[in-house]
């Protein structure tokens, strides 16, 4: 009893502190949103209120890709709980390589009334993404056994907001971060571009980027990353673009001894859970049949084909001549 007490004082003094400021916002959100690449940041995550007028007993965050070495805080009143998995990428820190960790944090049998404010915090290392680029934070609120708000949705350029939009986090330049590679000081813009992340369905579209082609080229490459957030396995199975005739999907194959490249007729497999990465001298987008050169800086639009999310148009920059990758290709 005296638990309940305690909680429900704790939350009111929360949402009186919060009144003035921010009582307009209604979606569950963090406090800061915007954190520096290969920083520290400690995610406060902001839940304004529970399920349709029910209280809120189970608070899960789901941990994006770029997250690392997560460390969540207890919570008075709650148990907590992590699961853990590999990341999609290692990351050194310290001489160390980190490989897998905390990726999911339930905070479970507590309560918060809807009527009440409260706040879940999760400490971690930002690594292995760019400025321009955002990691959603997916958080879902269970009230008893019958109700919950998923705050899952992703919003896509162009359209829409989502009415539960996944709480995000823009990823901000470090100028204290060394060695990471941003020497392309030109293709700063062209940068911020190819970072923003397209979705198609389940699948996420980030990092396009093709390059400049020399006066007379019949052919060029074009190159993305793609992640399969879904729980089925898709397929590109083709692409379209006006400043070609025809765009096949590729890949790099040893024939006789002979590095050749070759079209993937039955299109790129996308597991679940899978990054797939196109780039050079691996799987490409090939450009066959260019009307005209393109230039360095031009956007060039190619509209990817997937066998179940469907059709997604992307804007691939395009970077100088013979470039071998944009900054995150090469490391
Ligand atoms: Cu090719």
Request: net charge negative; with cysteine.
């Amino acid at each position: 009893m005296s638990k309940s007490v305690f909680h429900a004082a704790l939350g009111a003094a929360a949402l009186l502190a919060s009144m003035g400021t921010t009582s307009a916002f209604a979606h569950a959100t963090l406090e800061t949103q915007t954190a520096k690449a290969d920083s520290y940041f400690k995610a406060v995550m902001r839940i304004p209120h529970g399920c349709e007028g029910k209280a809120t007993n189970d608070v899960i965050i789901e941990l994006p890709d770029g997250f690392y070495s997560a460390k969540p805080m207890a919570h008075h009143g709650f148990e907590m709980s992590v699961e853990t998995g590999a990341y999609h990428k290692p990351l050194t820190l310290h001489g160390r390589e980190k490989t897998e960790g905390v990726r999911k944090v339930t905070w479970s049998g507590g309560v918060v009334e809807d009527w009440a404010y409260d706040e879940f915090i999760v400490f971690g290392r930002i690594g292995n993404v760019e400025a321009g680029e955002t990691l959603y934070f997916k958080t879902t609120q269970l009230c008893g056994d019958d109700a919950s708000v998923v705050w899952g949705e992703i919003p896509v350029e162009g359209e829409k907001r989502p009415a539960k939009p996944a709480p995000s986090l823009k990823i901000v330049a470090n100028a204290d971060a060394h060695g990471h590679g941003h020497n392309h000081g030109d293709k700063k813009a062209e940068h911020k571009e190819h970072g923003k992340m397209v979705m198609a369905g389940d699948i996420h579209i980030e990092s396009a980027w093709t390059r400049a082609t020399p006066p007379n080229a019949k052919a060029g490459g074009a190159f993305l990353k793609l992640t399969n957030k879904g729980h089925h396995a898709d397929r590109l199975i083709g692409a379209s673009s006006s400043v070609s005739k025809v765009v096949e999907v590729h890949e790099m194959a040893m024939v006789n001894d002979v590095m050749k490249m070759q079209e993937l007729t039955d299109g790129l497999a996308i597991e679940s859970g899978a990054t797939v990465e196109l780039k050079p001298g691996g799987y490409h987008l090939m450009l066959i049949g260019i009307h005209n050169p393109i230039a360095k800086g031009d956007m060039v639009k190619i509209t990817l084909e997937f066998e179940k999310a469907g059709k997604v148009d992307v804007m691939f920059p395009a970077a100088e001549l013979g470039a071998p990758g944009m900054d995150h290709s090469n490391h």
